[in-house]
């Protein structure tokens, strides 16, 4: 019973931070229905595409939500579960929420461009260029994080079709395969054979589940290596093309899957409490330092995504600013999906509790196959047809969830990559010389940053994942900071930013700064593994780079303040 009250607790608070905090924010920066979307006024066909809001609201949330709501409180829940809790909920509303729907509006008002050019706008050239070397070095965190948890989803002992007893990750493979065809399919019909949305969602969800049963009886098995190669084509194919071809459609259709995975969890939750199926097995509070690290700054850093994540700016000002077809829609899309992915993070932290001495014994080999089976658990005992059932479900939903956004950080990683080689003025590779001409064409920006994702994402996801959530929630700070900085410069109201903004800069500082601090001490005792001079050289770069641009900033807000406050 107490996993229904956690639960309910949540989707309350949420619900009433959506409806009071997400209508004020609205109102204090003006957001205006009437004026012309970016997606309407430079409509491409390719990058800017006017997309239906609950299109967009299903590649929003597919993208953002990733493996981070599920990884991050999940490891996170060895504190107790009331402090990832709070955090899941009041970091949701206050500063996830704050800082998805800044990013979409402040993007926005950018013609669409990515918040490295509301930097541009507020702070200058050099900072501009500075968070574009930083964004690149988290994307390549995203990729690699996500390959890793992708491909170790897909990979089975196997070989080829396999039929009868099929594993979970070989329905998983197949599944997500179909998926690609589907969204092609679903990406023709709707936007170039004239097929309404609602007959054309009808279908898809039809054929969802026809994927899903064949899915649970054949499968399709490779080894991890070969996963991680057939990733990288993909991702790589999946950033080039118009994005109503693949991303859009593919996205759209995966959310009905992941609302999907939810409900079943939350059936789950209820059915357990009344059933006594299992029970939730995690301390309130488990004390201030535990095997994980200090409750701070580790707990802020390891929810990651279930309270706030830099990603999100990166998403809202990369893709969904582009596709966003009324003002009106920045609100439920921006600030409503960061909201449903804390009842996410929370949905993970109950599941994990089922299963919490199991998972702390090291029983499952990550915590997406801890989150399956503690939502199984509340269906059926272990080793019966509707707990394998369920599990594997769980399981294709965590890698659609990863699969999702992996295809839109390739594409970020493609604006950015061309941005950071492109002159003011020039608004694409076409406009530049010499070897910037080179560097700036979309395939060179994706095929540097596939290629070295995929290589980073044959480490341990261990060795990558500590360092991308503090790397991830400074983008965070730095995010929060620029769309601050902004608001300030065009007179609206800015303050609701300045406590989230140092919160989050002063935890992950302090946390890339231990990160460097112990990586340096196991240099000195001999330790000379490779991974760890990534984790070190990586995080001692985005440290740095996010000094000079906070140093940058400050006098920029202190001259605003005055004036201001005057």
Known sequence: MKAVLIIVAAIVLLIIGYVTYGAWLAKQ???????????????????????????????????????????????????????????????????????????????????????????????????????????????????????????????????????????????????????????????????????????????????????????????????????????????????????????????????????????????????????????????????????LGTLFPTLFITVACGACSGFHSLVASGTTSKQLASEADAKPIGYGSMLVESALGVISLIAVGMVFTKYTAGDFGSPAVAFAAGIASMFSTDGSAVYGTVYALLTLAVSVFALTSLDTATRLSRFMFSELFLKEGEESYKDATGIRRVL??????????????????????????????????????????AVCTWLGNVGKNNKMFYFPMAFMLLATLTSLFMTVWNKIQGFLAGDMAWGNWFQAIFAAAMFILAIILVITDLPILARKKVKQDA
């Open 29 to 291: 920066w003006g957001i205006d229905p009437k004026k012309k979307t970016p997606a309407v006024r430079m409509g491409d066909g390719v990058d800017y595409v006017a997309a239906k809001p609950a299109v967009l609201m299903g590649h929003h949330f597919s993208s953002i939500a990733g493996a981070g709501p599920i990884n991050g409180p999940i490891q996170a829940a060895v504190f107790g579960w009331v402090p990832v809790f709070l955090w899941c909920v009041l970091g949701g509303i206050f500063f996830g929420g704050l800082h998805d729907f800044g990013s979409l509006f402040a993007s926005i008002r950018h013609d669409g461009k990515s918040i490295g050019e509301v930097i541009r706008d507020s702070m200058g050239p050099k900072a501009h260029k500075l968070f574009l070397i930083f964004a690149l070095l988290v994307l390549i965190l995203v990729v690699a994080s996500f390959v890793n948890v992708v491909a170790g989803t897909f990979a089975s002992d196997n070989a080829g079709l396999t039929t009868g007893t099929v594993t979970g990750n070989e329905t998983t493979a197949m599944v997500s395969m179909l998926f690609i065809v589907l969204a092609v399919l679903y990406g023709i019909l709707t936007n170039r054979a004239g097929l309404k949305t609602l007959p054309a969602t009808i279908m898809g969800i039809v054929l969802i589940c026809g994927m899903l049963v064949l899915g649970l009886n054949v499968g399709l098995a490779a080894g991890r290596t070969f996963w991680i190669v057939f990733i990288g084509l993909y991702i790589t194919v999946a950033s080039l093309v118009p994005v109503w071809i693949l991303l859009q459609p593919r996205d759209y259709l995966s959310s009905f899957l992941l609302y999907g995975m939810m409900l079943v969890a939350l059936v789950g939750i209820v059915f357990s409490a009344f059933t006594g199926n299992t029970s939730f097995e995690i301390p309130a509070f488990a004390g201030w330092k535990v095997s």
């Open 440 to 481: 700036c064409h979309p395939l060179v920006g994706t095929l540097a940053m596939v290629v070295i994702g995929c290589v980073l994402g044959g480490l341990k996801l261990s060795q990558i994942w500590g360092l991308f959530g503090a790397a991830n929630q400074l983008l965070a700070g730095i995010a929060l900071m």
